[in-house]
């Protein structure tokens, strides 16, 4: 289904592409506050900064030369005077921090949420619903719509990650034995960039999650696309793709519904090829990237528990075309 | 003391100066040789050690520093591979905690606390020995498991599960766990000794209103130390023994914690960032005086200042944990308490100012590194008060910003001084002055080398770049911030090296220091540069704060001492009044024998639990023999 604007937004990010995942491009409610309390905080370090520097470059250039007795009671006075400022100072800095977590604990009762689990390298989300078969898995990349709070509910299969998306919002630790959770809502569509924050292991620089916010229709419409089964394949080649699939190792530990492949180790590929990226942010989604990535996952992300399957030519053609395909 | 006197008792006032000082050299030096060096109790050779053997250490924790910004220089480089990055970084931090930086300040206090209090030798110069040669071994530990790719790659702060038996598989986060045990026996005992040394050995008449802004800066230190160290020896050795024993201390799946850990180590981890730092501003209250031709403003603020730091540093440690999800109220609090760290610092600030805006200062390199420490800690201090705040650390946490904010606290706020504290106290240590031109290359270099490294990190953590990534994709847009702060990294790396150039140039070329070069006030300036093995001929005896100031022509003394064994005088805590005439140990290679003995159970523990069970018995032995009375009556006196 073709999706003009978010090509769009797509090309602008790339252009721009330093700031998909910035603090300092706020998008959503909870990182417009944090930045504009970031700015406070900033402002007024730099005013203190300057003060103290240019009283220390002042006191090395003036040469007064006071009986130490009438020094130590003028210093007295100036030093508690400082204290004095430093302690209103750091109220009001305190206070403004107070003011600025209510919102962020707020709930709101009519969010949408998000289970999103952390693995050894990779995000696998779970999108619930009152209706069971309404339900289902995705990886490495969610879908929000805009203007509406989102509950994301953190949790980690294996060592702790951290959720962090900064245009949105601040971060939120995934720990082993314990449920955390954080509520957002992004105002204006676009894609935006995540990636882990907690010391996760060998690959920790490779765990990405990408945002896409988009307006209630669009989010309405992919929810329903990944909610169906598998597309069925589209020609010879990529039966030949769904067949390795069922036969090869890769269904032991990937799902794609409406075959057989059926494992639960690694993440849920049913619509892998409406995913923007591979390999948890590595790689694009391409024909070539995927042969690349099935023929040596080690090569391309050193560490990860993806094994090397033994492919010839062809089969890692057909698997790879097959894969891609999965919209 | 004992009014009867054997017929050998030999005292100080019996004797004139030529016969006294070599009386005492006698009694005091460390014999000449290897069996010498390995024996020695001299607090000035043993802290001399102490303090090159941490240099070493900041040189090979730079290099590591220097490898990882090779390999951050371009986005997704393949100079280092993840695996030998995550050693890197893990043994970066580490070292530099553990190896450079408390083993360092606490170096300094071993060398200079007696000096500077007026006394022969520190308090329990055995205990002190020992320390010496555990640390030197938790560091070759730590750097041999490098070197063999056995190196931690868990991070210095070795979280579980990450570090737990299941995700952590072979010896490398034993290696890190043990290695804790190792400098955390070092830095308890030297604390004792310190505090020992603080409180009862001070020459007569420094009443606790007249001791040296460092000394109470390292009592300070020293007794955080004992109470913070404790919970990371309880975290580490819980880690060893799930790891080895299959405890389940962390293992939330039987019933363990994943966030015991956490706060465990942090209630040790944030005080460990005042055990490096108060020494430090101790250092700058020190020196200042010196430079600024007067006696320091504030001194019972800043005493009131340093212990109001020591005490607040142990109720931060959940600012570590923002973002892990404690209930928002508990949270609250620490912010409270995080900010309010900032008013004793900045107490200290104020009157440092008012130090340098009353007096004359002069622009010698100690003072241009002081100067630096107000540039660099500044800021750093600053950005402490935001990641401070619950709802900005939420973003700024385990980003570069975070990287940037520590090190200009760390090594702006005690790195600096202590490059100044080098220069200053060099010619006490040596006898030899270090050079003032090169000294000016040294700061400027630093000070512009780190500001051009570390500043551009705090933009980076904004923009997204978290820490400990040994990659990041091109698109992310961070390769040419990321190239600037690696070739910056290149300066302040030149800075370090011509320090380190000028170190062993002076050493052999500096010009002659004398007793007081920098005309300073305090008591380790009244004897030779270095000091005689006994460092005072008669104990001082102090009248006022900068007693050196006060009575520049002679200092009046106490006499009464023996020369011919190694006595020095216990006085009272607060006034201290003179009480009793302490026997002072002497030589011994037991110290040694027991630490190699402590060392190979702990490294053998790694391996198997048995290995603590048979290790007992060589331990128990060397600290028999080290104990063993040698029945001479001066000995039970």
């Known amino acids: ?327 | 003391m004992s009014d009867e006197r054997p017929p050998h008792d030999l005292r100080d006032t019996m004797l004139a100066e030529a016969s006294l000082a070599h009386g005492l050299t006698r009694t005091w030096r460390t014999p000449a040789g290897l069996l010498g060096a390995l024996s020695t109790v001299d607090h000035k050779i043993i802290g001399r050690r102490y303090i090159a053997t941490a240099f070493v250490f900041l040189a090979l924790g730079g290099i590591l520093g220097l490898l990882m910004r090779w390999q951050l220089a371009r986005p997704e480089a393949r100079v280092i591979g993840p695996d030998l990055y995550n050693q890197i970084f893990t043994v970066h931090g580490t070292n530099m905690m553990f190896l450079f930086a408390v083993p360092v300040m606490e170096a300094f206090a071993v060398y200079l606390v007696p000096l500077m209090v007026g006394t022969r030798n520190i308090a329990f110069p055995r205990l002190n020995a020992f320390s010496y040669w555990v640390y030197l071994a938790g560091g070759i530990l730590l750097w041999v498991a490098f070197i063999l790719d056995t190196g931690p790659d868990v991070g210095w702060f070795a979280y579980v599960p990450l570090s737990g038996p299941q995700y952590a598989a072979g010896k490398r986060a034993d290696i890190w766990a043990q290695m804790i045990t190792f400098t955390e026996i070092s830095a308890l005992a030297v604390a004792v000794e310190i505090v020992v040394t603080v409180l009862k050995q001070r020459a007569p008449g420094m009443s606790l209103n007249r001791v040296p802004l460092f000394v109470w800066s390292m009592l300070v230190t020293s007794f955080v130390i004992i109470l913070a160290m404790p919970a990371v020896m309880v975290a580490s050795t819980a880690l060893i023994l799930d790891r080895l024993v299959g405890t389940h201390f962390f293992n939330p799946a039987e019933g363990g914690d994943v966030l015991l850990w956490q706060h465990l180590f942090w209630f040790f981890g944030h005080p460990e960032v005042y055990i490096i730092f108060i020494p430090a501003v101790g250092m700058i209250s020190s020196m200042l005086p010196t430079f600024c031709r007067r006696p320091i403003f504030g001194y019972l603020p800043l005493v009131l200042a340093v212990v109001g730091t020591g005490i607040l540093a142990f109720g931060l440690w959940v600012h570590h944990m923002f973002t892990t999800g404690l209930p928002r109220m508990g949270e609250s609090f620490f912010t409270a308490s995080s900010m309010a760290i900032a008013v004793p610092n900045g107490i200290q600030i104020f009157c440092w100012l008012a130090t340098i805006w009353y007096g004359r200062p002069v622009l010698k390199t100690p003072m241009l590194m002081i100067l630096a420490f107000f540039f660099t800690f500044i800021p750093g201090g600053l950005t402490g008060v935001m990641v401070a705040s619950v709802p900005l650390d939420t973003q700024v946490h385990d980003t570069y910003f975070v990287v940037a904010h520590f090190h200009y606290v760390l090594v702006g706020g005690a790195v600096f001084p202590l490059i100044g504290a080098v220069y200053y106290w060099y010619p006490k240590f040596v006898g030899r002055m270090m050079s003032e031109r090169i000294g000016r290359w040294v700061a400027g270099l630093l000070l512009v080398g780190f500001n051009l490294t570390f500043f551009p990190m705090h933009i980076l953590g904004l923009q997204g770049m978290t820490r400990r990534i040994y990659a990041y994709p091109e698109e992310m847009g961070w390769g040419g911030m990321n190239l600037f702060v690696s070739l910056s990294a290149v300066v302040l790396a030149a800075g370090f090296l011509l320090f380190f150039i000028d170190v062993f140039r002076a050493a052999r070329h500096g010009p002659e220091a004398g007793e007081n070069p920098w005309g300073a006030a305090t008591l380790e300036w009244a004897t030779a540069s270095p000091p005689p093995p006994y460092n005072f001929a008669r104990i001082p005896v102090v009248r006022s704060a900068n007693p050196l100031w006060d009575s520049p022509d002679s200092l009046p003394v106490a006499t009464g001492l023996r020369v011919d064994r190694r006595e020095l005088l216990v006085t009272s805590v607060t006034e201290a009044r003179p009480e009793a005439r302490e026997a002072s140990p002497s030589d011994s290679i037991w110290p040694l024998i027991a630490a190699i003995c402590t060392c190979s159970m702990l490294l053998a523990s790694i391996f198997t639990p048995w290995a603590v069970v048979w290790g007992m018995i060589p331990v128990a032995a060397a600290l028999t023999a080290w104990f063993w009375p040698k029945g001479s009556p001066e000995e039970e006196a």
């Open chain 1, 1 to 327: 289904m073709p999706r003009p604007w978010l090509l769009a937004i797509g090309l602008l990010c790339t252009g721009c592409s330093s700031n998909w995942q910035s603090a300092l491009e706020p998008q959503g409610d909870v990182a417009r506050h944090l930045d504009g309390l970031f700015w406070l905080f900033t402002i007024t370090a730099v005013v203190i900064w300057l003060a103290v520097m240019l009283v220390l470059l002042l006191g090395l250039w003036r040469r007064a030369r006071l009986p130490q007795a009438v020094a130590d009671r003028r210093a007295g006075i100036a030093v508690g005077a400082a204290v004095a400022a430093t302690v209103v100072i750091i109220s009001g800095l305190t206070l403004a921090s107070y003011l600025a977590t209510r919102p962020l604990a707020s709930d709101a009762p009519d969010a949408l949420v998000i289970r999103l689990r952390g693995f050894q390298w990779w995000w696998e989300a779970t999108y619930q619903d009152e209706a069971p078969d309404r339900g289902f898995l995705t990886a490495n990349e969610i879908h929000i719509p805009v203007g509406r709070p989102v509950r994301i509910e953190l949790a980690a299969a294996d060592v702790i990650h951290s959720f962090w998306v900064p245009n949105l919002a601040g971060k939120q630790d995934m720990i082993p034995g314990r449920d955390n959770a954080i509520t957002f809502t992004a105002q204006q569509p676009g894609i935006w960039r995540g990636q882990c924050a907690e010391f996760c292991g060998l690959q920790h620089a490779h765990m990405a999650l990408l945002v896409v916010a988009e307006p209630p229709e669009a989010f309405d419409r992919w929810r329903e696309a990944q909610i169906a089964e598998a597309r069925p394949p589209a020609d010879e080649v990529e039966a030949e793709g769904q067949r390795l699939l069922e036969a090869k190792a890769c269904s032991a530990c990937h799902t794609v519904r409406g075959t057989t492949a059926a494992g639960t180790l690694g993440p849920d590929l049913t619509h892998l090829g409406s995913r923007q990226y591979l390999a948890a942010g590595m790689l694009p989604m391409t024909r070539g990237a995927m042969a690349a990535w099935i023929a040596d996952p080690q090569g391309v992300k050193p560490g990860n528990n993806m094994p090397m399957v033994p492919l010839t030519a062809d089969e890692l053609q057909a698997l790879s075309a097959y894969l891609v395909s999965l919209k």
